[in-house]
Nanobody, 115 residues
C-alpha cells in the first residue's frame, strides 16, 4: 500500500504561483509513475502533469509552459510548480502513483485562483 498526502494548495490571485507537494509513505515510489490530476466542479478529473520513474514529463496543453512537475526519489516526493495561474486552474488537485497495475490517489488539495 502507498499513502499519498498532498499539500500546498490555497487561494491565490490570477497571475500568481503555488507549489504543490505530494509525500508518499508505505513504499518507495521511485519505480512508480507519478502524476497530478485535477477536478473542477461539474467536470471530469483530468491529467495535469505526469513524470515517469526515469524523469520523463508530460503536460496537459492547458498548462504547458506554466506548470512544472518534478520528483525527488530520495525524499519519496513529487511536486508541481504552478506559475501564471488562471481562474480556470481552480480545482481540487490530486496526486497519483501508478506501477504495474497498482494505482494510488491522494485525498486532494484545493487550489482556488481569484480574478
Amino acid at each position: 500500500q502507498v499513502q499519498l498526502v498532498e499539500s500546498g494548495g490555497g487561494l491565490v490571485q490570477a497571475g500568481g504561483s503555488l507549489r504543490l507537494s505530494c509525500g508518499a509513505s508505505g513504499r518507495i515510489v521511485s519505480r512508480f509513475g507519478m502524476g497530478w490530476y485535477r477536478q473542477a466542479p461539474g467536470k471530469q478529473r483530468e491529467l495535469v502533469a505526469g513524470i515517469t520513474s526515469g524523469g520523463t514529463t508530460n503536460y496537459a496543453d492547458s498548462v504547458k509552459g506554466r506548470f512544472t512537475v518534478s520528483r525527488d526519489n530520495a525524499k519519496n516526493t513529487v511536486s508541481l510548480q504552478m506559475n501564471s495561474l488562471k481562474v480556470e486552474d481552480t480545482a481540487v488537485y490530486y496526486c497519483n502513483a501508478i506501477w504495474l497495475g497498482e494505482i494510488y490517489w491522494g485525498q486532494g488539495t484545493q487550489v482556488t485562483v481569484s480574478s
